[in-house]
Structure formats: C-alpha cells, structure tokens
C-alpha cells in the first residue's frame, strides 16, 4: 500500500519546546519542527501527519490508527522512551518502519535516559542533532520506502 503519509509522532512536554530547556532543547516551537517535517517530506513526494500528546494512550492510539493509513512513523517518545513497554508494543504491532529521533544525545545525559524502549524496533535513531534530526529522520525513512 503507498499513501505517501508519514506519521510523526512527539511525546510528552515536546508541546513546551521553545521555552522548556532551550539549552538542551533548543529555541524551536514544536510548530516550527511540524514545519521543518513537512517541507521536507514534500520535497521528497511524502506528506505528513504529526501529533504530539502528553497522555500515553493517546499516543498509542495514534501509532495504531497508523496501520493502513501511514507508510511509516517518525517518533520522538520523550520521557516514554524510557517507560513505554506499551508504545513500544504498539510500534511492533503496526509493523511499519520506524526512525526514533531525540533532540538532545540522550547517550550523554543521566543514566536513565540511556535506555529506550524504542531503539530495537527503529530501522534508525538520531540523537543530539537538534531539529535537524527530524529531516534526517524522514530522508532515512524515504529513502527505505523508495527502495522497498
């Protein structure tokens, strides 16, 4: 099936971007980041669907409606990357290629955050390249598609 949609998926507290943490998080709203997937998307003849919750189940009701509907997903779990047994689950379940991609090198923070839920479902992640690692995100994920 080609529906040429993408799902971006963006956890808890991302909806603070721009002000929470800039240091680490950078200055980008979350809007800005939408932004930046969809014109990278269209320039590579996909398009998007992007939704951030901070509610969990929501997540993992977005992730399944994705089956049939979406080619592949793009997911920034935040602080569920290193809680979420069940939106780990739920990537497995839907069966799409997923990238996981985090703004900050979660490799170079406190302990707790050097361990994902996600990573072994990933065909890809991208960590610490700030918004820049969206579009890496989504040209890897392209790219895997086009080739498929």
Known sequence: MTTGRLLIVHG?????LGTREPEI???ETLEDINELCRSTAA????SVDAVQSNHEG?????IQAARGAQEGIVINPAAYTHTSVAIADALKAVALPVVEVHLSNVHAREPFRQHSYVSPIAE???AGAGSTGYRFAIEYLAGLLKDS
């Open 12 to 16: 808890p507290n991302l909806n603070l």
């Open 58 to 62: 929501e997540l993992v009701d977005a």
């Open 25 to 27: 998080y950078g200055a």
């Open 43 to 46: 320039e590579l003849g996909f």
């Open 124 to 126: 890809a992640v991208f």
